[in-house]
């Protein structure tokens, strides 16, 4: 079964309808959905491995036994070149029509949860922030929204969201810049999915932050000052995880000389 059979045969559980969009000779997106109230254009990708580090991979395992890789759970070009694309192929369908437009990132590589928060920061450019004056004890990592560089942002005329997901799970992130983040909220969409990340929902708790400022998100320590002064909290400071890893063969065979 490919992504797009489970897409349409998840998105028809939820009592919406799913039509196919024939493939022509432009690039269309993949489904045309629609509820009693609206209409949804979702374009489906998947993102693999990058195969030169795959390649790369299988290499030092066949010779030396050993694979070692830290990978980063920020911002990626190749998903971002991956989620133009999708912006393109959603743009040029129906241009004109009411219909609000959402992209399926599917992750297929081999640790497909490092791939959902690198689709989440690619997308709406998210990282940790700790608070250091918190002395209580209780400290503890809170996601900021457009910290850095975003295709929310970016694409905001066009992506009204996005779901993010793995064979286990998913998500559907609101674009809040987008003109239209009002109507996808109220969608019959957001009332029958089950996971939902909407950043202003969140800032209104207080279980977030949202650096929305006019700043270039290559100068971070700008940034981080706007969300330090915005929140009242000087001890803010970036936390940004790894993925370190290591691979062994083993009982491997020695070759013969």
Known sequence: MTTEDSVESFLTSL?????????????TPDFLVSDSAATYLI????????????QQRCESLDQTGIWEEEISLGFRNSVSSVIREACDQLAAFE?????????WLHAKGRYPDDQLEQFRATLI??????????IDGSVEARPCYYFRESA????????????????????????????????????????VFPAICDPAEGEAVGN??????????????????YVKSKYGRPGLVEFAPKHHLAEMVVNRRMKPD
Request: net charge negative; with cysteine; charged share 30%.
């Open 152 to 191: 929310f942002f970016r694409h905001r005329n066009v992506l009204d969201g996005a779901f993010v997901s793995t064979d286990e799970k998913g998500q559907l992130i609101l674009n809040t810049m987008s003109p239209r983040h009002g109507s996808l909220k109220q969608s019959k969409l957001c009332e």
């Open 15 to 27: 009592h919406l309808a799913v039509k196919r969009i024939p493939v022509g000779l432009q690039k």
């Open 43 to 54: 374009e489906v990708k998947d993102k693999f491995p990058d195969p030169e580090i795959e």
């Open 208 to 225: 977030s932050y949202i650096a929305d400022c006019t700043c270039s998100r290559s100068d971070s320590k700008t940034v981080l000052d």
């Open 125 to 134: 450019g998210v990282v940790d922030l700790i608070d250091t004056a918190e």
């Open 95 to 103: 241009p004109e029509a009411a219909h609000l437009r959402l992209l």
